[in-house]
């Protein structure tokens, strides 16, 4: 089983990168935020627990992300491997993740970020709220919220992985075609 964590600040391209990974390597995505939208949408209690938060820009509670997650892997028990988009987000989401995955037999084979300039992503992100729809990505400050969240609680993570040397970076700027080439010759190497 490969698992490999997509890492990067939010508007880094993950969840693009994800479309074409999954495909080429078989993999299940799993998106926290999709999972967190699609519960939104349909007002579930999941969504509704999960809401103010996410509408501010700031992080879901781990317990609650975390048990989502378990749920979320556990439906896929004969997949190939996963990949996540989005989770861990935090030291104990991290630490939760290596306690999990030992009791399906497997465990993180890489983190993989994509590496890009803030100003970059702030406007890229700003562009997708016209059409997205989405509450967070079309306001400024809560934009500006979700970077205070990934620099206090997810950039440590960098740190975790790389002493486990399962750290790779890649540059998230170019064409969409020309990252994933980047990705995958890190992927085909691991
Ligand atoms: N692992 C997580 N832990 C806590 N909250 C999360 C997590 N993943 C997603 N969320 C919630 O969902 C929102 C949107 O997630 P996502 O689409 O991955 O955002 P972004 O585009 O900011 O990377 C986050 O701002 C947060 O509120």
Do not use: W
């Not at 037999?105 to 890009?116: F, K, P, R, Y």
């Amino acid at each position: 089983m490969i698992n490999i964590v997509l890492f990067g600040k939010p508007g880094a391209g993950k969840g693009t990168q994800a479309e074409f990974l999954k495909e080429k390597y078989n993999l299940t995505h799993l998106s926290t935020g999709d999972i967190f939208r699609f519960n939104l949408k349909n007002d579930t209690d999941l969504g509704k627990k999960a809401r103010v938060f996410m509408d501010n820009g700031e992080l879901v509670p781990c317990e609650v992300t975390t048990a989502m997650l378990i749920d979320e892997v556990n439906k896929h028990p004969d997949t190939a491997g996963f990949l996540f988009d989005g989770y861990p987000r935090t030291l104990d989401q991290a630490e939760a993740l290596d306690k999990f995955l030992p009791t399906i037999g497997s465990s993180v084979t890489a983190t993989i970020a994509l590496e890009a300039d803030d100003e970059i992503l702030v406007a890229r992100l700003l562009e997708r709220g016209k059409t997205s729809g989405r509450v967070d990505d079309q306001d400024e400050e809560k934009i500006r919220v979700r970077y205070q969240e990934y620099n206090e609680k997810t950039a440590p993570l960098i740190g975790y992985y790389k002493e486990q040397n399962k750290f790779h970076a890649v540059n998230g700027i170019g064409t969409i075609e020309e990252i994933t080439q980047r990705l995958t010759s890190v992927i085909d190497n691991l």
